[in-house]
C-alpha cells in the first residue's frame, strides 16, 4: 500500500532554478524523510522531518510539513545538474517498528 | 554506501531456481531490510529484521524468506524464482544499537535480479 504520492512525477528545469516536489500521504505519521536516488544507485537520506515540526533546512534543502494536510514539500535551490536524480517521500507510522513507506518519486532533471 | 555492500550485484536465473541475496553490513546496526524496486511501484519492503534471529513480513513478502543468524548479515532467499520477481533488490539498515526503532536508512548499491 503507497503511503506518499510525490508530485510531480517528472521535472525538468535549468541549472540555477529552484525545484519543489510534493508529497502528500494518507495516515497519521510519526516522521516524513526525504531520499535521493541517483540512476542506478541505492538511495541516500537527505533529511527527515518530524511530525511536531513544520519547516527543516539543510544545505539548499528546505522541506515543510503539513500534518493538517497530510502533505509535505521538497524545495532545492540553485539546483545544479548534479541534483538530477530521482527523489522519494517516506513516512513512518507510529508504531510500524520505524517501517518507511515510500512514494513512487519524482524524477528532477536539471539541465545545464 | 554506510559499509553496506549486496552480492550478487547482477543475477540471472531461470524460473522454479532457488536464489538467495545477501546483505552484509559492517556498521552495527540493528535493523535490516529487504526491498524490491519496481517501475510505478517505487520501493517495497518485502522483510525486515530488529534483530539476530528476529523477522517479521513486510506488504510484499510472498514467495519471500529471510534469516538473520549475525548481526551483519540478512539473507534473502527466493525459494522458487518466478518471472514477476524480476527486480531491483536493494537492502538497507538503520538503528543503531539500543533505539526503539531506526529512524533513517542507509541502502545498499542494490542487486538486479532477471528471472527468465
Known amino acids: 500500500s503507497q503511503q506518499g504520492e510525490e508530485d510531480p512525477q517528472a521535472l525538468s528545469i535549468q541549472e540555477g532554478e529552484n525545484a519543489t516536489m510534493n508529497c502528500s500521504y494518507k495516515t497519521s505519521i510519526n516522521n516524513l524523510q526525504w531520499y535521493r536516488q541517483n540512476s542506478g544507485r541505492g538511495l541516500v537520506h537527505l533529511i527527515l522531518i518530524r511530525s511536531n515540526e513544520r519547516e527543516k533546512h539543510s544545505g539548499r534543502l528546505r522541506v515543510t510539513l503539513d500534518t493538517s494536510k497530510k502533505s509535505s514539500s521538497l524545495l532545492i535551490t540553485a539546483s545544479r545538474a548534479a541534483d538530477t536524480a530521482s527523489y522519494f517521500c517516506?513516512?513512518?507510522?507510529?508504531?510500524?517498528?520505524?517501517?518507511?513507506?515510500f512514494g513512487k518519486g519524482t524524477k528532477l532533471s536539471v539541465k545545464p | 554506501d554506510a559499509g553496506i555492500t549486496q552480492s550478487p550485484r547482477h543475477k540471472v536465473t531461470e524460473t522454479g531456481t532457488p536464489v538467495t541475496l545477501r546483505c552484509h553490513q559492517t556498521?552495527?546496526?540493528?535493523?535490516m531490510y529487504w526491498y524490491r524496486q519496481d517501475p510505478g511501484h517505487g520501493l517495497r519492503l518485502i522483510h525486515y529484521s530488529y534483530g539476530v534471529k528476529d523477522t517479521d513480513k513486510g506488504e510484499v513478502s510472498d514467495g519471500y524468506s529471510v534469516s538473520r543468524s549475525k548481526t551483519e548479515d540478512f539473507l534473502l532467499t527466493l525459494e522458487s524464482a518466478t518471472s514477476s520477481q524480476t527486480s531491483v533488490y536493494f537492502c538497507a539498515i538503520g538503528g543503531s544499537s539500543g533505539r526503539e526503532f531506526a529512524d533513517t536508512q542507509y541502502f545498499g548499491p542494490g542487486t538486479r535480479l532477471t528471472v527468465l
Open positions: 517516506a513516512t513512518v507510522s507510529g508504531g510500524s517498528q520505524g517501517n518507511l513507506i
Open positions: 556498521e552495527n546496526h540493528r535493523y
